[in-house]
T-cell receptor
C-alpha cells in the first residue's frame, strides 16, 4: 500500500515535443505528490508538487495532472528541451504524527533528442 | 541561501568497516531525512530526525543509525559494512511542518 508505481522506465522525445510520465499510488492517505528531477552525479531537485485538492498545477513548461478517483498523477513537460534530459521521480507522502517520509516511484530516464 | 551540504562526496570503505556521513541542512530547516539510492532498489527512506529526535524509520537493519545535533546537522552511521551497502546516500531537509524536501548532492559510498 505504500508503493508508488511509475511508468515508463525510459522515454525518448524529440526537441519541442511533449514528455509525459505517469504514476499511480494505492494509499489514499497520501496528501502530497512531488516530482523530482535528477541529473547524473547530483541529488534530486524538487521540480513541482501538488496536493489532492487540486486537479492540475502548472509551473512554466511543467504541469502536474492529478486524478484522485483513479489514484494517478502525471508530469507533462511541454516543449521538451535537450537540457531536460534527466531522470524524473514521482513521490508521495503523508503527514503522520511520527513525521513524514517520501515514497518514490522507480524513476523515468528521459532523453530529449535535439 | 546555502543548500543542503553533504560530506564527504565520495567514500571507499572495506567490508566490515564502519562509516559516518554528515549532512548540514538548509538554514532554518529542523527536519533532516536520509535516503539510500541504488540502481536496483531506487530511492528508499532510511530515517527522519527532527529536533534531535528520530521520529520515523524505514526498513533497514540496525547497522544503519543516525543522530541529529542541536544545530540541526545530522550524521548517519553504517556499521559492519556489506558490499550491498554501496549506494548514493542522500540527505533531505525540510522546514518544520512543511512538506517540501530539498536534497543534497549525496555521498557516494563504495564498499569493496
Amino acid at each position: 500500500q505504500q508503493q508508488v508505481k511509475q511508468s515508463p522506465q525510459s522515454l525518448i522525445v524529440q526537441k519541442g515535443g511533449i514528455s509525459i510520465i505517469n504514476c499511480a499510488y494505492e494509499n489514499t492517505a497520501f496528501d502530497y505528490f512531488p516530482w523530482y528531477q535528477q541529473f547524473p552525479g547530483k541529488g534530486p531537485a524538487l521540480l513541482i508538487a501538488i496536493r489532492p485538492d487540486v486537479s492540475e498545477k502548472k509551473e512554466g513548461r511543467f504541469t502536474i495532472s492529478f486524478n484522485k478517483s483513479a489514484k494517478q498523477f502525471s508530469l507533462h513537460i511541454m516543449d521538451s528541451q535537450p537540457g531536460d534530459s534527466a531522470t524524473y521521480f514521482c513521490a508521495a507522502s503523508m503527514q503522520e504524527t511520527s513525521g513524514s517520509r517520501l515514497t518514490f516511484g522507480e524513476g523515468t530516464q528521459l532523453t530529449v533528442n535535439p | 541561501k546555502a543548500g543542503v551540504t553533504q560530506t564527504p562526496r565520495y567514500l571507499i570503505k572495506t567490508r566490515g568497516q564502519q562509516v559516518t556521513l554528515s549532512c548540514s541542512p538548509i538554514s532554518g530547516h529542523r527536519s533532516v531525512s536520509w535516503y539510500q539510492q541504488t540502481p536496483g532498489q531506487g530511492l528508499q527512506f532510511l530515517f527522519e530526525y527532527f529536533s534531535e529526535t528520530q521520529r520515523n524509520k524505514g526498513n533497514f537493519p540496525g547497522r544503519f543509525s543516525g543522530r541529529q545535533f542541536s544545530n540541526s546537522r545530522s550524521e548517519m552511521n553504517v556499521s559492519t559494512l556489506e558490499l550491498g551497502d554501496s549506494a548514493l546516500y542522500l540527505c533531505a531537509s525540510k522546514k518544520g511542518g512543511m512538506a517540501e524536501a530539498f536534497f543534497g548532492q549525496g555521498t557516494r559510498l563504495t564498499v569493496v
